[in-house]
Protein backbone atom coordinates (compact mmCIF):
# COMPACT_ATOMS: atom_id res chain seq x y z
CA UNK A 1 0.00 0.00 0.00
CA UNK A 2 1.47 3.27 -1.01
CA UNK A 3 2.18 6.18 1.92
CA UNK A 4 2.48 9.53 1.64
CA UNK A 5 3.96 11.34 4.90
CA UNK A 6 4.31 15.45 4.26
CA UNK A 7 5.81 17.17 6.93
CA UNK A 8 5.58 20.17 9.00
CA UNK A 9 1.51 19.66 9.13
CA UNK A 10 1.82 23.55 9.66
CA UNK A 11 4.36 26.35 8.72
CA UNK A 12 4.42 30.48 9.42
CA UNK A 13 7.19 32.36 7.95
CA UNK A 14 7.74 35.94 7.62
CA UNK A 15 7.51 37.13 3.41
CA UNK A 16 11.02 36.74 1.97
CA UNK A 17 11.98 33.84 4.65
CA UNK A 18 13.12 31.08 2.44
CA UNK A 19 11.56 27.25 3.66
CA UNK A 20 10.92 23.38 2.38
CA UNK A 21 8.00 21.64 2.39
CA UNK A 22 8.76 17.75 2.76
CA UNK A 23 6.69 14.70 0.76
CA UNK A 24 8.17 11.34 2.06
CA UNK A 25 6.59 8.50 0.40
CA UNK A 26 6.79 4.65 0.20
CA UNK A 27 5.17 2.74 -2.95
CA UNK A 28 5.77 0.11 -5.07
CA UNK A 29 7.24 1.65 -8.31
CA UNK A 30 7.08 5.08 -8.80
CA UNK A 31 5.44 6.10 -11.88
CA UNK A 32 5.20 10.16 -10.58
CA UNK A 33 5.31 12.32 -8.22
CA UNK A 34 1.96 15.73 -7.90
CA UNK A 35 2.70 18.66 -6.27
CA UNK A 36 -1.04 20.88 -5.93
CA UNK A 37 -1.50 24.45 -4.05
CA UNK A 38 -5.15 24.43 -2.33
CA UNK A 39 -6.85 27.54 -0.89
CA UNK A 40 -9.40 27.20 1.57
CA UNK A 41 -12.89 26.46 -0.29
CA UNK A 42 -11.18 25.77 -3.51
CA UNK A 43 -9.88 22.54 -5.27
CA UNK A 44 -6.57 21.71 -5.89
CA UNK A 45 -4.50 23.39 -8.35
CA UNK A 46 -1.90 21.33 -10.05
CA UNK A 47 1.65 22.62 -9.54
CA UNK A 48 4.33 19.98 -10.97
CA UNK A 49 5.15 16.68 -11.68
CA UNK A 50 8.17 14.79 -11.10
CA UNK A 51 9.06 11.49 -12.70
CA UNK A 52 12.34 10.04 -11.81
CA UNK A 53 14.89 11.04 -8.65
CA UNK A 54 17.15 14.11 -9.57
CA UNK A 55 14.93 15.37 -11.73
CA UNK A 56 13.74 19.91 -10.75
CA UNK A 57 10.58 22.13 -11.84
CA UNK A 58 10.21 25.57 -11.53
CA UNK A 59 7.47 27.91 -11.06
CA UNK A 60 8.18 31.21 -10.12
CA UNK A 61 9.18 31.07 -6.23
CA UNK A 62 8.62 27.49 -5.83
CA UNK A 63 11.14 24.55 -6.94
CA UNK A 64 9.96 21.23 -6.78
CA UNK A 65 13.01 18.15 -6.36
CA UNK A 66 12.75 14.65 -5.87
CA UNK A 67 14.54 11.63 -4.57
CA UNK A 68 13.94 7.87 -4.36
CA UNK A 69 11.93 8.69 -1.23
CA UNK A 70 11.33 12.29 -0.48
CA UNK A 71 10.11 15.08 -2.65
CA UNK A 72 10.64 19.06 -1.43
CA UNK A 73 9.02 21.82 -2.71
CA UNK A 74 11.62 24.58 -1.82
CA UNK A 75 9.68 28.52 -1.48
CA UNK A 76 12.19 31.14 -2.27
CA UNK A 77 11.38 34.70 -0.64
CA UNK A 78 7.67 33.83 -0.51
CA UNK A 79 4.85 36.52 -0.48
CA UNK A 80 1.45 36.13 1.56
CA UNK A 81 -0.01 35.30 -1.88
CA UNK A 82 1.72 32.19 -1.79
CA UNK A 83 -0.23 31.10 1.64
CA UNK A 84 -2.25 27.85 0.97
CA UNK A 85 -2.27 23.94 1.57
CA UNK A 86 0.72 22.07 -0.28
CA UNK A 87 -0.57 18.72 -1.58
CA UNK A 88 1.83 15.83 -2.48
CA UNK A 89 0.60 12.88 -3.71
CA UNK A 90 1.66 9.56 -5.86
CA UNK A 91 1.15 6.88 -8.59
CA UNK A 92 2.97 3.96 -8.54
CA UNK A 93 2.96 0.58 -10.75
CA UNK A 94 1.25 -1.28 -7.41
CA UNK A 95 -1.68 1.67 -7.91
CA UNK A 96 -1.64 3.29 -10.99
CA UNK A 97 -5.69 3.89 -11.43
CA UNK A 98 -4.82 6.11 -8.26
CA UNK A 99 -3.25 9.01 -6.63
CA UNK A 100 -2.47 8.98 -3.08
CA UNK A 101 -2.25 11.96 -1.20
CA UNK A 102 -0.86 13.18 1.56
CA UNK A 103 -2.33 15.43 4.46
CA UNK A 104 -0.84 18.68 3.22
CA UNK A 105 1.20 21.54 4.58
CA UNK A 106 -0.79 24.60 5.80
CA UNK A 107 1.76 27.41 5.32
CA UNK A 108 0.85 30.85 6.20
CA UNK A 109 3.43 34.12 4.72
CA UNK A 110 3.04 36.80 6.91
CA UNK A 111 3.50 40.32 5.78
CA UNK B 1 -16.94 27.57 -19.27
CA UNK B 2 -13.26 25.98 -18.66
CA UNK B 3 -11.70 23.50 -16.76
CA UNK B 4 -13.47 21.37 -14.44
CA UNK B 5 -16.80 23.08 -12.86
CA UNK B 6 -19.04 21.65 -9.92
CA UNK B 7 -22.54 22.52 -8.88
CA UNK B 8 -23.74 23.19 -6.47
CA UNK B 9 -20.74 24.49 -4.37
CA UNK B 10 -22.99 24.17 -1.35
CA UNK B 11 -25.49 21.82 0.33
CA UNK B 12 -27.23 21.53 3.21
CA UNK B 13 -29.62 18.10 3.47
CA UNK B 14 -31.43 16.50 5.95
CA UNK B 15 -30.33 12.63 6.42
CA UNK B 16 -33.65 11.43 4.55
CA UNK B 17 -33.26 13.51 1.67
CA UNK B 18 -32.02 12.65 -1.70
CA UNK B 19 -29.97 14.85 -3.86
CA UNK B 20 -26.98 14.95 -6.69
CA UNK B 21 -24.09 16.59 -7.28
CA UNK B 22 -22.65 17.14 -10.76
CA UNK B 23 -19.02 17.53 -12.20
CA UNK B 24 -18.70 19.09 -16.10
CA UNK B 25 -15.29 19.03 -17.21
CA UNK B 26 -14.15 20.84 -20.44
CA UNK B 27 -10.53 19.49 -21.44
CA UNK B 28 -11.25 16.82 -24.03
CA UNK B 29 -10.44 14.31 -21.05
CA UNK B 30 -11.23 10.66 -20.72
CA UNK B 31 -11.36 9.87 -17.02
CA UNK B 32 -12.71 11.49 -14.11
CA UNK B 33 -12.84 11.37 -10.35
CA UNK B 34 -14.69 11.80 -7.11
CA UNK B 35 -12.88 12.45 -3.86
CA UNK B 36 -13.72 13.41 -0.65
CA UNK B 37 -11.96 15.83 1.36
CA UNK B 38 -12.69 16.14 5.49
CA UNK B 39 -10.75 18.52 7.61
CA UNK B 40 -7.28 17.33 8.78
CA UNK B 41 -7.38 14.45 6.26
CA UNK B 42 -5.67 12.87 2.98
CA UNK B 43 -8.30 12.99 0.11
CA UNK B 44 -10.04 9.63 -0.16
CA UNK B 45 -10.29 8.86 -3.33
CA UNK B 46 -14.12 7.21 -4.03
CA UNK B 47 -14.72 6.62 -7.58
CA UNK B 48 -12.59 6.46 -11.00
CA UNK B 49 -14.17 6.08 -14.45
CA UNK B 50 -12.25 5.45 -17.50
CA UNK B 51 -14.10 5.95 -21.18
CA UNK B 52 -17.29 6.28 -18.92
CA UNK B 53 -16.99 3.15 -17.41
CA UNK B 54 -16.57 2.89 -13.80
CA UNK B 55 -13.26 1.39 -13.22
CA UNK B 56 -12.52 1.73 -9.43
CA UNK B 57 -14.47 1.64 -6.34
CA UNK B 58 -13.19 2.29 -2.97
CA UNK B 59 -15.28 0.55 -0.55
CA UNK B 60 -17.65 3.19 -1.00
CA UNK B 61 -21.00 3.07 0.80
CA UNK B 62 -24.15 2.16 -1.12
CA UNK B 63 -25.86 5.29 0.48
CA UNK B 64 -23.47 7.54 -2.89
CA UNK B 65 -23.92 6.49 -6.01
CA UNK B 66 -22.45 7.78 -9.25
CA UNK B 67 -23.61 8.03 -12.80
CA UNK B 68 -21.13 9.20 -15.67
CA UNK B 69 -22.84 8.97 -19.20
CA UNK B 70 -20.41 10.76 -21.18
CA UNK B 71 -16.28 11.47 -20.71
CA UNK B 72 -17.70 14.70 -19.85
CA UNK B 73 -20.40 14.34 -17.52
CA UNK B 74 -20.39 12.77 -13.65
CA UNK B 75 -22.78 12.87 -10.71
CA UNK B 76 -22.91 11.96 -7.56
CA UNK B 77 -26.44 10.56 -6.43
CA UNK B 78 -26.75 11.14 -2.60
CA UNK B 79 -29.22 9.41 -0.24
CA UNK B 80 -30.04 8.64 3.58
CA UNK B 81 -26.41 10.73 4.37
CA UNK B 82 -25.37 10.22 7.88
CA UNK B 83 -23.68 13.16 9.27
CA UNK B 84 -19.86 11.37 9.25
CA UNK B 85 -20.78 12.31 5.48
CA UNK B 86 -20.64 16.12 5.81
CA UNK B 87 -16.86 17.43 3.79
CA UNK B 88 -15.85 18.67 0.77
CA UNK B 89 -16.64 16.33 -2.64
CA UNK B 90 -14.61 16.85 -5.21
CA UNK B 91 -14.50 16.35 -9.09
CA UNK B 92 -11.16 15.42 -10.71
CA UNK B 93 -10.61 14.93 -14.48
CA UNK B 94 -7.35 14.19 -16.26
CA UNK B 95 -6.40 12.48 -19.82
CA UNK B 96 -6.62 8.95 -19.06
CA UNK B 97 -6.30 6.84 -15.80
CA UNK B 98 -2.83 5.87 -14.24
CA UNK B 99 -0.18 8.92 -13.50
CA UNK B 100 -1.44 11.94 -15.52
CA UNK B 101 -2.26 14.99 -13.60
CA UNK B 102 -5.39 15.41 -12.63
CA UNK B 103 -7.59 18.67 -12.31
CA UNK B 104 -9.86 19.32 -10.11
CA UNK B 105 -12.96 21.17 -9.66
CA UNK B 106 -13.57 24.01 -6.97
CA UNK B 107 -15.91 21.32 -4.93
CA UNK B 108 -19.19 20.75 -3.37
CA UNK B 109 -19.15 21.78 0.66
CA UNK B 110 -22.09 19.14 2.13
CA UNK B 111 -23.29 19.69 5.41
CA UNK B 112 -25.05 16.66 6.58
CA UNK B 113 -27.76 17.64 9.30
Known amino acids: EDQVTQSPEALRLQEGESSSLNCSYT??????LFWYRQDPGKGPEFLFT???AGEEKEKERLKATLTKKESFLHITAPKPEDSATYLCAVSSSGSARQLTFGSGTQLTVLP | ETGVTQTPRHLVMGMTNKKSLKCEQH?????MYWYKQSAKKPLELMFV???????ENNSVPSRFSPECPNSSHLFLHLHTLQPEDSALYLC????????????FGPGTRLTVT
Open chain 2, 49 to 55: YNFKEQT
Open chain 2, 27 to 31: LGHNA
Open chain 1, 50 to 52: LYS
Open chain 1, 27 to 32: VSGLRG
Open chain 2, 92 to 103: ASSQTTGFDEQY
